[in-house]
């Protein structure tokens, strides 16, 4: 077995009837489920405090918007990110007892988690991304933002709670889902085509392809295929958690975007439109330049 191949052969262990995988996607989509309804609850308490019509709750509720419910970006930004805690706990505890598999063995092939490899991840990113995102944007479009009485909480929030996030994601795709699916195809090119369309797929309802899909969706496919990559010959998913914890820690603390899925009080803030127009440019050049510095970090055979 070539090296590149343990981190995606490891489904060859433990229990993998096909019943198993379902009744595990089952209950960390339950996870996601239950983990709605805190805001569901408090968005239904402000409606009722405000005294919204049924009709005009509906159109608020479809349309993510939560400020005319009196929500604050930091209320919202806590309790959407809270549905990854139920999912979290799924992850590391029920995962283990279905699949009769360690956690780790879905994250990694280290004895244990490799906290430098996913630093690393990350601050390669976030300061990639810092200077490539202020080179393409023009300053006139985007604002100077800071109000240290709601930046503050945001980055408490942010801190704690995007690594969870991230981790669920990046757990779900490039580890429990790719594993499954090699062990279905036992082709690596395949598993990897496959995860990369997937994950694409479920960030297409983001605002920003209301846009531009035609010219994001390509740029989506490239990150998604760096990631999964990544996993495959770093055997482990330390450093794609890292990287995705750094992408949205930067679009949660340094620059949102009006009009985006979610919107914090962070450093900056520009249109959703102004991040459209360079973002298939901004993911691309992101992708080939950490994976650059990732590959000379670490000096991977560049085979699968």
Known sequence: MKNTNKFIAQANHGDNRWWKYLLAIISILAAFSFGQIPLTLFSYYKKKDLGISDEKFLEYMENTNFSALGISE????????????????????????IH?????????????????????????????????????????????????????????????????????????????????????????????????????????????????????????????????????????????????????LFVAIILSASGASVTTPSLFKTDIHNLVDILPALLVLLSVFSFALLKLKYKWKLKI
């Open 74 to 97: 930091n209320t919202f930004f806590l309790l959407l990110l809270t549905m990854f805690i139920f999912a979290f706990f799924v992850i590391i505890w029920l995962l283990p007892i």
């Open 100 to 248: 009769k598999r360690t956690t780790l063995s879905f994250i990694t092939t280290r004895n244990k988690f490799d906290f430098n490899r996913f630093l690393f991840g990350l601050v390669i990113w976030f300061v990639v991304a810092f200077m490539l995102i202020f080179l393409l944007l023009d300053s006139d479009k985007y604002i100077y933002n800071f109000e240290v009485d709601k930046f503050i909480p945001l980055a408490i929030i942010a801190i704690i709670l995007v690594p969870i996030q991230t981790a669920v994601e990046e757990i779900f795709y490039r580890g429990f889902l790719m594993q499954g699916i090699y062990r279905l195809t036992n082709k690596k090119w395949i598993t990897l085509l496959i995860i990369t369309i997937l994950f694409a797929i479920s960030h297409a309802f983001n605002p920003e392809f209301k846009n531009g899909f035609l010219t994001i969706i390509p740029a989506y496919l490239i990150f998604s295929f760096v990631m999964g990559y990544i996993a495959i010959v770093d055997n482990g998913l330390e450093i794609p958690i890292g990287i995705h914890t750094g992408n949205n």
